[in-house]
């Protein structure tokens, strides 16, 4: 096994990966009340207005979706419907074009290295954008901010890559695309300004 | 020092692909490339008809031309007779691709050569290679060439006729066809039209 | 960079519950950071630990008992083993394709409830806990109950969780609604004629006696093509040992490729060569008299009506030469009783002719002397193994596998099940619960539940299929692909492949009868249940608990297992436990047992009971449908790589036959001017066009019909490999003709026309789809 320690300086501010971290979690992960509440509750949009000021982007523009269209989408972009998944949720397979191939072991073998286990309600693949999303705050909040920010390079990042125009190009929600976009211009800039 | 060699019965074969099936997940093979293949030809008019299945790959010949062109010595031919290939050692040139008159190499997606290796892991084991194992016409033999006891050794003995794939190339083959519906032999070997 | 309102914000929609810190943590491997994922090839799965658990295939029905290797957590290899009868150590190209299937990243993996308002086929979903789609259903079905009645729900299952669905829950429930593709669209006019012929059904895997028989006739019985492993075994070794092969196919089959004599019969003429063969060995006195006189009943009714069949009779009929025709007869006759016509599995062809053609076929074999004697057709029984304690059912389940009969509501206050009374035979015909949901005749049809069933690719006349699932209050698909007739579901449920489940024993029929167990060689991936889990939760929904009295499914095998002295434990580690049989007449003989269960206790040529139906008692040929002039019969039969319309999305299997082709003759290939491989459509009798599809132009078939594979042709955008590629036979199946006695859906009454010029339709190669299918 091949690894790439990271010993660059992290220069993101903690809570702004943090904050971008989160927020991937919170968008991909099945719709549920949380979201909805934090939809209604404007705490989704002030989270992301927090994140474009530090990062000194624009704030998506989303209008609060109709509940059942956004059900109804994220089944449509990442479960199954429609004319197929645009975006299937698994960073290993958007890496590998497999699933549970050797990246998501590599990258189930790295979590439990650093003490992070999944839950057994968790009825998802390990490698779901939104776990692995949820497993970056979890390093943040244990003050491993470099291996966070190294799962946001090397596993999150491809999957935007991947599949951020498919999702733009397919979403009928009008929450999906621009979180999206905005998200991957995120990412860009917290791993851009980790680099400099 | 050993001769592996396998035959196969087209007397037996449907053309199933069970083995090519088989091959595949053993040696984690990947989809677009394939170590073994089946060709299906048909010759004659109606009624009179013959239909030849034929399994091939790799025919691990005694005089293989991929061997000689290779720049870095990453094929080779092991010492149980199996032609055999170094990955790490390849740098991705493709001459033995262009020199096998078979067929039988293909490139790695990860921009290494392979091809069937005989299965030379469970060979090594005492076991069969895995489109043997699998085969559920039991169309195949493997085994030592120098053992006169081996599968393959009392399969050659007990074949009505035995052909090799283009004989002519002087390749020395060691993978056998036994038992070819055509009383010709091979089909596809003399240029007959198929039907 | 910083955060201007405050240090940390809190999202509680980023809680996700996938992952937490646990109390594992080790030394720091990667200090500071994660390993990169863009690294070299690893090393080959063999090499790691590897550990191995039994199942029993489920890519196909045969159910091969295999080894499961896992590494890492993945499924890498699967294979035979020898001690188990039906795989002997070996699998078909289907069987080893099997990880494929689980890791295919199109499977269903959340339940899913159509979209309120959205219409069905629309395919606009959310998703649901399985809580609550089990809500969803048991409330629909409670008005569904309340309006019309239990049996206004119907069951239809195929596959080994099918007894959960098929049988156990609509029996609990309270339908005789509940059926089979296997029988009424495969294999019922073998079974109601063995019944009533032999007083046994065939039930399940052909009982020929391979390792013993000397002269095999095939009649349309695609070995090799079909690839039921144990069968292609003994058929190989059966032709290495020297045994003679004749088949009789309108088609150079790969069965006909092995053959020393292929009769290229004239499709839909089959009995009339069987009764001329019957004519043959009396007329001649070439049968076993003395197997005859000591077995049968009605042979002198027999040779009576035989005697119009001559040889000559048959050949203006069959095209076949009188000639040959006798000289079969007799060399069947030199090799009896190690001379055998096997009954083959997909036999309703022509409807109103298939039971007389599967009769006149038994007849053959009864009077070459074989039935239940070395080289012929063995006897054989499952084994018995308890089943759970429980209480009794309301309605006893009997879908019926492919022997068994149907729910008999007798003096139970549930009404019988809409085909009754459409046929003779006691199977219950799927096919025919459509018309009731449309009409509402004899009584509506308003709920149903298709298990692991390819409702528009096995069921003829698809569009009266789709029109039948408007009619619906309730549909529920219990699947693993989203197939086409899956997304028109009101609820979805996604179950788990084989390889991540148990499931009930498999209690096996054979020379040597087995009981087989399938253990999880993985947890189920995504939120995928296993049927039996699903079956009992929602029966437990439905306040059928009492049904269900375990807790999982161990709790179950185990004490099932313990009726025979074994263990849940033990078969964990044999996978296979192996009872002796009693293959032949001798070994009932030897117990003064009768193991024909007729009314006479015979093997009955002539059939009092459908003589009293109004039915012919005696086979008899009956004319075939014509179709229309420039119209050719379709033919339909099994790639190697394939199972009916289920591995399409399997990329190993669909990289080995990506699309079928259209096999037409030569001659009228230059007739029509197409060309080998060229794209065509096909167009049938009422106009339903298929394709493009290419056109295989060969010597391997007759010029009056026509042939592809079954299965392609999906019509599923979800399923990105199988997806637009060939032509689907059953959506040229606008008719079928009912089989009076068995209640069978001939299905070979269909008639297409090849209409060239059809666009290239530049598929991509498979490889270059499972790429794509990744990137998006």
């Not at chain 3, 609990?172 to 007083?199: D, H, I, M, Q």
């Not at chain 3, 013993?212 to 009649?219: A, G, N, P, Q, S």
């Not at chain 3, 093509?225 to 032709?239: G, K, M, P, V």
């Not at chain 3, 270059?768 to 299918?773: F, G, I, N, P």
Request: contains cysteine.
């Amino acid at each position: 096994m091949t690894t790439a320690p990271q010993t660059t300086p992290i220069a993101t501010d903690l809570a702004v990966l943090d904050l971008l971290l989160q927020l991937i979690a919170g968008t991909y992960r099945s719709p549920a009340d949380a979201l909805r509440d934090d939809l209604a509750s404007g705490a989704l949009a002030e989270a992301c207005s927090a994140l474009a000021e530090a990062l000194d982007l624009d704030a998506p523009g989303f209008q609060a979706p109709v509940w059942t269209t956004l059900q109804a989408a994220y089944v449509d972009l990442f479960v199954s419907s429609g004319n197929g998944v645009a975006a299937p949720p698994y960073v290993g397979y958007a890496i590998d074009g497999e699933l549970m191939g050797p990246s998501a072991q590599l990258l189930g073998a790295a979590f439990s290295d650093h003490g992070i286990e999944l839950q057994d309600a968790w009825s998802d693949l390990p490698d779901h954008v939104a776990a692995v999303a949820e497993g970056g705050t979890l390093l943040a909040h244990s003050a491993r901010p470099e291996a966070a920010h190294a799962l946001l390079e090397g596993y999150l990042a491809p999957w935007f890559e991947r599949y951020a125009t498919a999702i733009e190009a397919k979403d009928v929600s009008g929450f999906y695309a621009p979180m999206t976009k905005f998200l991957q211009a995120a990412i860009k800039e917290v791993t851009r300004e980790a680099r400099s | 020092m050993s001769r592996m060699a396998m035959a196969i019965d087209l007397a037996a074969c449907v053309g199933c692909a069970a083995c090519s099936v088989a091959c595949k997940h053993e040696n984690e093979v990947p989809i677009g490339v394939n170590r073994l293949w089946i060709r299906n030809t048909t010759i004659g008019t109606f009624p009179n008809l013959v239909t030849e299945f034929r399994p091939e790959q790799c025919l691990h010949c005694e005089n293989p031309p991929c061997v000689p062109v290779c720049p870095t010595g990453c094929c080779f031919v092991r010492a149980d007779g199996i032609v055999d290939i170094e990955p790490m050692k390849c740098i991705g040139c493709s001459a033995c691709i262009a020199a096998c008159p078979y067929d039988a190499r293909y490139m790695h997606p990860d921009g290494y050569v392979s091809k069937c290796d005989y299965c030379k892991h469970r060979v090594e084991k005492g076991e069969l290679p895995a489109c043997v194992t699998t085969c559920p016409t039991l169309c195949r033999s493997f085994g030592d060439l120098d053992d006169p006891d081996s599968d393959v050794s009392i399969a050659l003995r007990g074949a009505r006729r035995v052909d090799l794939l283009r004989p002519g190339l002087g390749t020395g083959p060691k993978l056998y066809y036994l038992n070819a519906p055509a009383k010709f032999g091979l089909v596809g070997e003399e240029g007959q039209r198929s039907s | 960079m910083k955060l201007g309102r405050r240090d940390f914000i809190k999202l509680s929609c980023a809680t996700v519950g996938a992952l937490a810190v646990g109390s594992t943590a080790k030394a720091q491997l990667f200090p500071g950071g994660f390993p990169n994922p863009f690294r070299p090839p690893p090393g080959k799965w063999f090499e790691g630990d590897v550990t191995t658990s039994y199942s029993y295939c489920e890519m196909c029905f045969w159910k091969c008992g295999m080894k499961v290797s896992v590494e890492g957590g993945k499924v890498r290899k699967v294979d035979g083993y020898v001690e188990n009868p039906k795989s002997r150590g070996m699998l078909c190209p289907r069987g080893q394709a099997a990880p494929a299937t689980t890791y295919d990243p199109d499977r269903l993996k959340k339940p899913l409830i159509r979209v309120e308002g959205s219409e069905r086929g629309a395919g606009q979903y959310r998703e649901a806990s399985w809580d609550e789609a089990f809500d969803y259903i048991a409330e629909k079905m409670f008005a569904i109950r309340d309006e019309h009645g239990t049996e206004s729900v119907a069951f239809m299952g195929h596959g080994t969780g099918d007894e959960w669905f098929a049988s156990y829950l609509p029996g609990a429930w309270g339908t005789p609604n509940a059926a089979k593709p296997s029988v009424s669209l495969c294999t019922a006019p073998r079974e109601t004629a063995s019944v009533y012929t032999f007083g046994r059904g065939i039930a399940g895997h052909e009982q020929i006696d391979w390792d013993e028989t000397d002269y095999i006739v095939l009649i349309g019985h695609h070995i090799g093509e079909d690839t039921h492993n144990t069968q292609l075994q003994q058929f190989a070794q059966a032709l290495t040992r020297g045994a003679e092969l004749v088949v009789v196919d309108p088609r150079f089959s790969v069965a006909a490729a092995k053959a020393k004599d292929w009769l290229p019969i004239k499709p839909a003429t089959d009995t009339a060569l069987l009764l001329a063969w019957i004519n043959v060995l009396i007329e001649e006195e070439i049968y076993d008299a003395e197997y005859v006189e000591k077995y049968t009943l009605g042979f002198e009714q027999l040779a009576e009506h035989a005697a119009q069949y001559t040889p000559e009779w048959a050949e203006a009929i069959t095209e076949i030469p009188a000639d040959t025709i006798r000289r079969i007869a007799r060399e069947m006759a030199a090799h009896a009783p190690r001379a055998v016509l096997p009954v083959g599995r997909h036999v309703v062809w022509y409807g109103h002719d298939d039971s007389h053609r599967m009769r006149a076929l038994y007849f053959v074999n009864i009077l070459l002397g074989n039935y239940g004697m070395p080289g012929g057709y063995f006897l054989c029984d499952a084994p018995i193994v308890d089943t759970f304690p429980a209480p009794e059912l309301p309605l006893a389940p009997a879908a019926g596998g492919c022997g068994s009969g149907p729910v008999e509501v007798g003096d139970s206050p549930f009404r019988p099940s809409v085909d009754r009374g459409k046929f003779f035979g006691t199977a219950t015909s799927v096919q025919e619960f459509i018309e009731p949901m449309i009409t509402g005749e004899p009584y509506p049809v308003k709920g149903l539940f298709a298990y692991g069933v390819n409702l528009f690719h096995s069921i003829p006349m698809v569009e009266r299929t789709k029109e039948a699932l408007r009619h619906l209050d309730l549909y529920v698909a219990i699947d693993i692909l989203p197939m086409e007739h899956v997304m028109w579901a009101d609820v979805i449920l996604p179950e788990c492949t084989f390889l991540e489940r148990h499931d009930d024993l498999n209690l096996v029929a054979h020379k040597t009868p087995f009981i087989q167990a399938r253990f999880p060689a993985v947890e189920p991936m995504y939120d995928s249940k296993p049927a039996w889990w699903i079956a009992r939760e929602l029966g437990i929904k439905l306040g059928l608990g009492e049904y269900f009295p375990w807790e999982d499914i161990e709790e179950y095998l185990d004490r099932r297992l313990s009726s025979i002295g074994s263990s849940l434990e033990a078969m964990a580690e044999q996978g296979t436990i192996v009872r002796r049989g009693r293959p032949y007449i001798a070994d009932w003989e030897r117990l003064n047992r009768n193991p024909f269960d007729t009314p006479s206790g015979q093997l009955e040529f002539y059939s009092e009971r459908f003589a009293e139906a109004g039915l012919d008692p005696l086979p008899v040929f009956i004319d075939p449908m014509e179709g229309p002039s420039g119209y050719y019969r379709l033919l339909y039969g099994r790639s190697p790589v394939h199972t009916f319309a289920r591995t399409h999305n399997n990329a190993v299997l669909m990289e080995m036959e990506s699309e079928n082709s259209v096999w037409l003759n030569t001659r009228e290939a230059e007739r029509l001017g197409v060309s080998h491989l060229e794209y065509v459509y096909l167009e049938n009798q009422d106009g339903v066009v298929e394709g493009p599809v290419r056109a295989n132009v060969t010597e391997r078939i007759r010029q009056d019909c026509v042939y592809i594979t079954h299965g392609y042709g999906h019509k599923a955008p979800l399923m990105k490999l199988a997806n637009g590629r060939g032509a689907s036979d059953t959506h040229l199946q606008t008719r079928y003709d009912l089989d009076p006695y068995s209640g069978g859906a001939g299905l070979r009454n269909n008639w297409v026309r090849i209409v060239p010029g059809a666009p290239d339709p530049q598929h991509k190669p498979i490889a270059q789809l499972v790429r794509e299918r990744s990137q998006a």
